[in-house]
């Protein structure tokens, strides 16, 4: 069974604290991506990567970056965390072969105050 | 570019309802096709899929077909039920931007027993 593993399921941190959002897949898989999710806003690509080492920005990397070390593992850094940065924040994996489709964590609810 | 277009939500039905989520999508190749569902307070899951024209995606009562001539998936179940209630997101993979997903906005259900 395909497993996506993030590091909390929910974390608080105060405004100006450096944030790191962990996400681990066992499927080999190598593309790893990051999303963030608001009411009304659906889901928004913030980076994702397709190799170790690679990155790519999505939609809104401002405020972020990324880290992929191992395959299985790709990190989300919030360098200083801002109250607009409260959301929830999920990680997905593919394989580059198929149809492409992800398969995603449980989600990490992270509220900045 | 691609985009995907999900019927407005919320959707309130009664247990044992038929449902039907209405999916239209715009892309440049071939794309495959998702439907994932969203239970509260967790990640996505793909509920099914469907990779080429005419396919039927189908998963835990529910169904979508693939209709190239009308650019549409739409969901349907015959009859849900109060477990059913969830976000589905609609969402396609396009042959040119292989590793990321397009999303819909995602459709709230309710089931009422």
């Known amino acids: 069974d395909v497993k996506v593993t993030q590091s909390s399921r929910y974390l608080v941190k105060r405004t100006g604290e450096k944030v790191f959002l962990e996400c681990v897949q066992d499927m080999d898989h190598e593309n790893m991506f990051w999303y963030r999710q608001d009411p009304g806003l659906g889901l928004r690509l913030i980076y994702f990567?397709?190799?170790?080492?690679?990155?790519e920005k999505g939609d809104i990397p401002e405020g972020y970056s990324v880290s992929r070390e191992k395959k299985e593992r790709f990190s989300l850094i919030l360098e200083s965390a801002s109250t607009n940065q409260t959301s929830m924040y999920l990680c997905?994996?593919?394989?580059?072969?198929?149809?492409?489709?992800?398969?995603f964590g449980p989600g990490t609810r992270l509220t900045v105050t | 570019g691609d985009s995907v277009t999900q019927m407005e939500g919320p959707v309130t039905l009664s247990e044992e309802a038929f449902l039907t989520i209405n999916c239209t999508y715009t892309?440049?190749?071939?794309?495959?096709l998702f439907w994932y569902v969203q239970y509260p307070g967790e990640g996505l899951q793909l509920l099914l899929k469907?990779?080429?024209?005419?396919d039927k995606g189908s998963n835990k009562g529910f169904e979508a077909t693939y209709r190239k001539e009308t650019t549409s998936f739409h969901l349907e179940k015959g009859s849900v039920q109060v477990s059913d209630s969830a976000v589905y997101f609609c969402a396609l993979s396009d042959v040119g931007s292989a590793r990321q997903l397009t999303f819909g906005s995602g459709t709230q259900l309710t089931v009422l027993p």
């Open positions: 990567s397709y190799d170790v080492k690679m990155k």
């Open positions: 892309a440049t190749g071939y794309p495959s």
């Open positions: 469907a990779t080429k024209a005419d």
């Open positions: 997905a994996s593919s394989s580059p072969t198929g149809f492409h489709e992800q398969y």
